[in-house]
């Protein structure tokens, strides 16, 4: 992807990063996702219950469920302490402990929390930051260019 085409991309991801937190899966009906409960994943996910609580507005609830998954290394539970210590959502905002824990999510192949993990870098304005983002997104658009190219 050229780095204009790149750029561009990655701010249409800057400006509307939705707060709703979804899981990959190869048939979408399985889920049981409505309009009025955003929630989608695999119906088996270990961290299914914390998605439902955190999107149906229960952070709390989510972060709690969401806790001793992350610490076993659960990428969807990573994500889901991403988004609440990057929102302050159940949890007191932090966005360094939210970087952690989107890099650990990225780590464990979470495609969200690398696209999430690039747009708090490049917000940041620090060349290192920045430079890791568009390495990122790099990394995202060889995976995944329908992605990457949101």
């Given at each position: 992807m050229k780095p204009l085409a790149t750029l561009f991309a990655f701010t249409l991801l800057s400006i509307s990063a939705p707060a709703a937190i979804t899981l990959e899966v190869d048939d979408p009906t399985l889920t049981g996702?409505?309009?009025?409960?955003?929630v989608t994943g695999a119906l088996d996910s270990p961290a299914k219950a914390a998605i439902e609580a955190f999107n149906r507005g229960r952070h709390i609830e989510g972060v709690r469920l969401a806790t001793p998954l992350a610490a076993a290394g659960n990428a969807d539970a990573l994500l889901i302490l991403g988004l609440a210590y990057e929102t302050g959502s159940g949890v007191?905002?932090?966005?360094?402990?939210?970087?952690?824990?989107?890099?650990?999510?990225?780590?464990a192949g979470s495609t969200e929390a690398t696209t999430r993990l690039a747009r708090l870098l490049t917000s940041a304005g620090e060349k290192a930051e920045?430079?890791?983002?568009?390495?990122?997104?790099?990394?995202?658009?060889?995976?995944d260019t329908g992605t990457a190219a949101l």
């Open positions: 996702a409505t309009p009025e409960s955003p007191e905002a932090s966005r360094e402990v939210a970087i952690e824990n989107y890099r650990k999510a990225h780590k920045q430079e890791e983002a568009w390495e990122l997104l790099k990394q995202l658009s060889e995976k």
